[in-house]
Every structure is written in structure tokens, then in C-alpha cells.
T-cell receptor, first 113, second 111 residues
Framework: DAGVIQSPRHEVTEMGQEVTLRCKPISGHDYLFWYRQTMMRGLELLIYFNNNVPIDDSGMPEDRFSAKMPNASFSTLKIQPSEPRDSAVYFC???????????FGPGTRLTVT | KNQVEQSPQSLIILEGKNCTLQCNYTVSPFSNLRWYKQDTGRGPVSLTIMTFSENTKSNGRYTATLDADTKQSSLHITASQLSDSASYICVVRRGGNKLTFGTGTQLKVEL
């Protein structure tokens, strides 16, 4: 298996622009998680899905952030409008079952100038 | 408050030496604890998982311990290699999908 796939690997954008991050989970996994990692705060859970349905979005920082999972093999995390404080590495992870091991993608490094 | 604290924040050791990383948690209720290794520019990869009843678990040169009474865990690395240079993250599950992450220990192994 190719593992969790994320794109792009790096994104540089200007403040105010829309940013879309993409994730393809491991085939057969029914849970998908979006995380943000910064030096100051470490890894933080933003939102997770079970069978394509958002279950807990309490970690989404504000309304500028939205996530969708239109099917079992694709999810997006969108930031509109982006701000410099959104600069971080965003990880997608998937698991089989809610308490199974989470497999992380390589991450997307976002820089907002 | 559910917290996971790791120490030291960073560590430099010589190749071949041993080291121990610490993780203290106040998470409740406790379900399990994982140690992840995160190489630079990569996502975290699970090294070990420990449940309440487990005291020690090994994965090659990595040995994790858990003291559920004192809410402490450690990760011991034996005969370190350059490839061990990474961030090591302690993660505690408190039930369901509630994970609490430590901020990690940055380990550098030098010649």
C-alpha cells in the first residue's frame, strides 16, 4: 500500500488567499483525521471523519477552516482566507476503527506570507 | 486538565550510547499510550503501544515502560544510531478518539 498520500507537500501563499490541502487515506480505513503541527503547540487534532461523516470538528480554530470528505478515498482541508498564523505543517492520518493505530501522511508545509 | 509533558525537550548523544526519554501525563481516563518517531519532514510513525496492564514493551532497540500508578512512561534507546535522530512524541488516548499529544523530545545522534 502507498500509505496516506497528501498534496501538495509544500504550499506558499499570500495572506488572504484560499488554500486547499488534499488527502487520500489508506484504502479500507474508515477513519480520517486532520492535524496541525507547530513548534509551539505540537500536534493538534482539527477534525476527524468516520465513514466520510465529520464526527468532531471542535479542534477547527475558526470559521476560516473547513473540511470535507466527499468519498472514502478523498478529503480536503480548506482555509479561506489564509493568515500568517496559519503557517504550520498539516497532517492527514487514517485508521481502521476508531481506536486503531493512526497512519500519518507526509504532511503539507503551509507558509502564509 | 489533560496534559502530556515530555522531557528533555532536546537531547544530543554520541552514536552507540543509550538514552532515555520521559513522558508524564495527567490524562484521565487512561486507555493507552503510544510512542511515535517523527523523522524530519515526515509524519509520525508508531513505535510502541502500551495498555494499562503492560509495564514494558520492546521494539528492537526501543524499550518503552509504563507506570500507570505514577502516570509516567519512558522510552529507552539502546546503542543509538544516526538514524535514531528524530522527534519522539508521546501520545495518550483517554478513550474513543480523544488523543493528547506531548510536544516531543528532539533527539540528535552524533558521530
Amino acid at each position: 500500500d502507498a500509505g496516506v498520500i497528501q498534496s501538495p507537500r509544500h504550499e506558499v501563499t499570500e495572506m488572504g488567499q484560499e488554500v486547499t490541502l488534499r488527502c487520500k487515506p489508506i484504502s479500507g480505513h474508515d477513519y480520517l483525521f486532520w492535524y496541525r503541527q507547530t513548534m509551539m503547540r505540537g500536534l493538534e487534532l482539527l477534525i476527524y471523519f468516520n465513514n466520510n461523516v465529520p464526527i468532531d470538528d471542535s479542534g477547527m480554530p475558526e470559521d476560516r477552516f473547513s473540511a470535507k470528505m466527499p468519498n472514502a478515498s478523498f478529503s480536503t482541508l480548506k482555509i479561506q482566507p489564509s493568515e500568517p498564523r496559519d503557517s504550520a505543517v498539516y497532517f492527514c492520518a487514517s485508521s481502521l476503527g476508531g481506536v486503531g493505530e493512526q497512519y500519518f501522511g507526509p504532511g503539507t508545509r503551509l507558509t502564509v506570507t | 486538565k489533560n496534559q502530556v509533558e515530555q522531557s528533555p525537550q532536546s537531547l544530543i548523544i554520541l552514536e552507540g550510547k543509550n538514552c532515555t526519554l520521559q513522558c508524564n501525563y495527567t490524562v484521565s481516563p487512561f486507555s493507552n499510550l503510544r510512542w511515535y518517531k517523527q523523522d524530519t519532514g515526515r509524519g509520525p510513525v508508531s513505535l510502541t503501544i502500551m495498555t494499562f496492564s503492560e509495564n514494558t514493551k520492546s521494539n528492537g532497540r526501543y524499550t518503552a515502560t509504563l507506570d500507570a500508578d505514577t502516570k509516567q512512561s519512558s522510552l529507552h534507546i539502546t546503542a543509538s544510531q544516526l538514524s535514531d535522530s528524530a522527534s519522539y512524541i508521546c501520545v495518550v488516548r483517554r478513550g474513543g478518539n480523544k488523543l493528547t499529544f506531548g510536544t516531543g523530545t528532539q533527539l540528535k545522534v552524533e558521530l
